[in-house]
Structure formats: C-alpha cells, structure tokens
C-alpha cells in the first residue's frame, strides 16, 4: 500500500456546546494542524499515488473555510457540537469529493488542536 501525507496548520475558533465545559463552552481559538493520509494499491501512469498539488489545492480550499472563523457559525458544524472529531469527518468529506476520480483506498484525517490532542476520521473509498 502507498502513503502520502500532507500536514497543515490554521487558526479557528470555537466554542463547545456542551453543558458544563467551562472555559471550552466560551469562544477560544486553537491552532489547528491537519494531517490527510492517503492510501492506495496502484500508482498512476506518471508514478503518483495522486498528484501531490493537486492534493495541496484541495487542502489549501479546506483550511479555508475555516482559517480564522468560528466554527460554530460555519454551515458544516450546524447543530453540531464543534469537536475536532466531528472536524475530522467533516474534512475527509471534503478531501472524498474534491480528489474524487483518483484510484484511492482509504482517505484519513488527524486533527490536533494543540500539541497533544488529536482525533481522526478514515474512510474506505
């Protein structure tokens, strides 16, 4: 199986919905760092896994839409408590549709949002 990996940092804000979070339950922000994973079998007709700018402008659009805002007014996280769990899921979605076409397998997101805490979101394509 080929990897390929890019990793991104951006600043947003949030604030959790949760009851009782104390001071996570005021707007805050965090500097996020994005890693997408890319997994698969086969290597193109030029010797890629997937073009690796094409995989830049993919996740320079993601950072994006969310560089500098407050999540919980973007429409992704609506309803949603802003969790970089649900942040995770939310960007693989994105990475699923924009490298759509690609001879991939699997698509993983980890997000921290400091130096010690992450989630991650994979999906099988």
Not at 45 to 65: F, P, R
């Amino acid at each position: 199986m080929y990897q390929l990996s890019i990793k991104e940092e951006f600043v947003a804000q949030h604030f959790l919905t949760v009851p009782d979070c104390g001071p996570e339950n005021v707007n805050h922000s965090h500097i996020y760092a994005v890693e997408l994973l890319i997994e698969g079998k086969k290597l193109n007709k030029y010797g890629y896994l997937v073009d690796i700018d094409e995989v830049k402008k993919s996740m320079a659009d993601a950072m994006g839409m969310y560089r500098d805002k407050t999540l919980n007014e973007t429409p992704a996280f609506q309803g949603l408590n802003p969790s970089i769990e649900h942040f995770a899921r939310i960007l693989v979605e994105h990475f699923v549709a924009s490298l759509n076409g690609s001879d991939l397998d699997t698509l993983t997101v980890r997000m921290w949002e400091d130096r010690y805490c992450w989630a991650s979101y994979s999906v099988n394509i």
